[in-house]
C-alpha cells in the first residue's frame, strides 16, 4: 500500500527533529554548579557561626548567589580582616576540594555542620581539629570534644545528601606581593535539589513536532486544492 505523501512528509519532518541532538549540562564531580570566576567576601564576627560572610561579585544561574551565609574558619595561620575589607576566593565544593586541599577531612567537617551541638566555638573547635592547615590545635572545650568524638564514631566518609549543609571552601586568590592575610575560611550551603539536565524538557519537544506537521498538512492540503482547481478549469476551457 503506498503512503499518502503528507504522511511521509510528516513522518520525515518528525523523525529530523527528534534526532537533533539534545543539550545536556556539564555535570561537575561534585555536582555542584559553581561559577569558575573569582567572587567577593566580606566576613564579620559571627554569633551563631564563627563567620557571617557576604558573597558578591557571583553570575546568576548558580547553585551560590550573592548574599549572606554562614561561615568558618579553617584556617588558623592567619587573620582575615574583617568588612569593610573586600578579599576575592575562589569557590570550591568541598565533596571536590582543590589539590592543596584534597586531603582534608571534610567528610568530618560536613557532618559536623549536620549534628551541630553546642556554642558557636564549640563547633568551630571541632572543626579546627580536623583541618590539618590548622596547626597544632588542642580543644579546650568538653563539648568540642563530644562533637569530635561523635564525629568520629559517625563521620566517616559522610557525604551531604539533597537538603543538607555542605561546606563551601573560599580559597584565597592573591597576586604576589602579599599585602594582606587571608583566611581559608568555609560557607554553609544547602545542598540544592538536582534539576532535570535536558533542555528543553519533553513537553516542549512535543509542540515542535505537533507544530511543523499542522503547517505541512496545510500546505499540501492547500496546494492540492489549488491544483485541482487548476485542473478542473483547464477542463472547462
Not at 566576613?43 to 564563627?50: E, I, L, P
Not at 569557590?91 to 592543596?100: H, K, N, Q, V
Not at 586541599?101 to 551541638?117: E, G, P, R, S, T
Request: charged letters at 15%; glycine letters at 6%.
Amino acid at each position: 500500500m503506498k503512503m499518502k505523501p503528507c504522511l511521509v512528509i510528516s513522518l520525515i519532518t518528525i523523525a529530523a527533529i527528534w534526532s537533533v541532538p539534545i543539550k545536556h549540562v556539564d555535570a561537575t564531580p561534585s555536582g555542584l554548579n559553581l561559577p569558575l570566576n573569582m567572587v567577593k567576601i566580606e566576613v564579620f564576627n559571627g554569633t551563631d557561626t564563627y563567620f557571617t560572610t557576604i558573597l558578591s561579585n557571583v553570575p546568576e544561574e548558580y547553585d551560590v548567589a550573592n548574599g549572606t551565609y554562614s561561615g568558618w574558619c579553617v584556617d588558623r595561620t592567619a587573620e582575615m580582616a574583617r568588612s569593610p575589607a573586600v578579599h576575592e576566593v575562589r569557590l570550591y565544593a568541598s565533596t571536590d576540594p582543590p589539590g592543596e586541599l584534597a586531603f582534608q577531612n571534610w567528610d568530618m567537617v560536613n557532618y559536623i555542620l549536620n549534628h551541630k551541638q553546642g556554642s558557636a566555638m564549640d563547633i568551630q573547635q571541632a572543626i579546627w581539629h580536623f583541618i590539618d592547615i590548622v596547626g597544632n590545635y588542642s580543644t579546650t572545650s568538653d563539648t568540642a570534644v563530644a562533637i569530635i568524638n561523635d564525629a568520629l564514631a559517625n563521620g566517616g566518609g559522610f557525604v551531604p545528601g539533597i537538603g543538607q549543609l555542605i561546606a563551601i571552601i573560599c580559597l584565597p586568590m592573591m597576586l604576589l606581593p602579599r599585602t594582606t592575610s587571608i583566611q581559608t575560611s568555609i560557607i554553609e550551603l544547602v545542598d540544592p535539589v538536582p534539576v532535570d539536565p535536558v533542555i528543553p524538557e519533553f513537553p516542549s519537544l512535543l509542540i515542535l513536532p505537533l507544530f511543523v506537521t499542522g503547517t505541512l498538512l496545510t500546505v499540501f492540503v492547500y496546494k492540492r486544492k489549488s491544483l485541482k482547481g487548476n485542473i478542473q478549469l483547464q477542463n472547462t476551457l
